[in-house]
T-cell receptor, first 114, second 110 residues
C-alpha cells in the first residue's frame, strides 16, 4: 500500500517553455501533498505544501508564480514550472500524506532545461 | 545549528556487517520518527516509523529512539550490497510536515 506515482520520470525542455509534473496517490487519499526539490548529493528541499482544494503554501524563497501547484483532488497534485530556465534543472519529488504523520514519496522527476 | 544532524558519510562496510546510522535532534517536541532509504535518482522509500521512545524491529532493520538524549538510530543486520543507498532520518511532532536530516550515504561492499 501507500504508492505514489509521478509522471513524467524524466523531461527535457527548452528554455522559456513550461513543464507540468503530475503526482498521484494510487491507493490512498492524500489530504496533503508536498513538493520537494533535490540537488545532487543534497537532502530534500521543501518547496510547497498543498491541501486538496486549497491554495498551496510556499516555502520562503520559492516563487509561487514560477512554480504553480494545483491539488485538485485527493489523489492528484500537479507542479507546473513556468518559463523554465537552465537553473530550474533539478530532481523534483512529490510526497503524499493521508492524514497520519508519515509521508510517502513518488519516484521523482528529473527536469533538464536546455 | 540544524534542527536534525546526520553524518553525511560515506560509510563503507563489508557485506554482512552490522550498520549503525544515527541522527541527533534539538527539538524536544518531536515525537514521530522515520527512516527513509533513497537510491540514486529515486524517491525516498519509508523504511521504519516509530512513535516516541523505544525500539522497533522489521526484518534486518531495527529503529531505536532515545528521546532523553534526542538521538535516534537505525541498525541494519547482515548488510547486503543492495542496502547501498542514502538513508534519511525524518521527524515531526504534529501534523505531517517533516524535518529531515541531511542523509548518510552507505556503501556495502561485496
Amino acid at each position: 500500500g501507500a504508492v505514489v506515482s509521478q509522471h513524467p520520470s524524466r523531461v527535457i525542455c527548452k528554455s522559456g517553455t513550461s513543464v507540468k509534473i503530475e503526482c498521484r496517490s494510487l491507493d490512498f487519499q492524500a489530504t496533503t501533498m508536498f513538493w520537494y526539490r533535490q540537488f545532487p548529493k543534497q537532502s530534500l528541499m521543501l518547496m510547497a505544501t498543498s491541501n486538496e482544494g486549497s491554495k498551496a503554501t510556499y516555502e520562503q524563497g520559492v516563487e509561487k508564480d514560477k512554480f504553480l501547484i494545483n491539488h485538485a483532488s485527493l489523489t492528484l497534485s500537479t507542479l507546473t514550472v513556468t518559463s523554465a530556465h537552465p537553473e530550474d534543472s533539478s530532481f523534483y519529488i512529490c510526497s503524499a500524506s493521508g492524514g497520519a504523520h508519515e509521508q510517502y514519496f513518488g519516484p521523482g522527476t528529473r527536469l533538464t532545461v536546455t | 545549528q540544524k534542527e536534525v544532524e546526520q553524518d553525511p558519510g560515506p560509510l563503507s562496510v563489508p557485506e554482512g556487517a552490522i550498520v549503525s546510522l544515527n541522527c541527533t535532534y534539538s527539538n524536544s517536541a518531536f515525537q514521530y520518527f522515520m527512516w527513509y532509504r533513497q537510491y540514486s535518482r529515486k524517491g525516498p522509500e519509508l523504511l521504519m516509523y516509530t512513535y516516541s521512545s523505544g525500539n522497533k524491529e522489521d526484518g534486518r532493520f531495527t529503529a531505536q529512539v532515545d528521546k532523553s538524549s534526542k538521538y535516534i538510530s537505525l541498525f541494519i543486520r547482515d548488510s547486503q550490497p543492495s542496502d547501498s543507498a542514502t538513508y534519511l532520518c525524518a521527524m515531526n511532532n504534529a501534523g505531517n510536515m517533516l524535518t529531515f536530516g541531511g542523509g548518510t550515504r552507505l556503501m556495502v561492499k561485496p
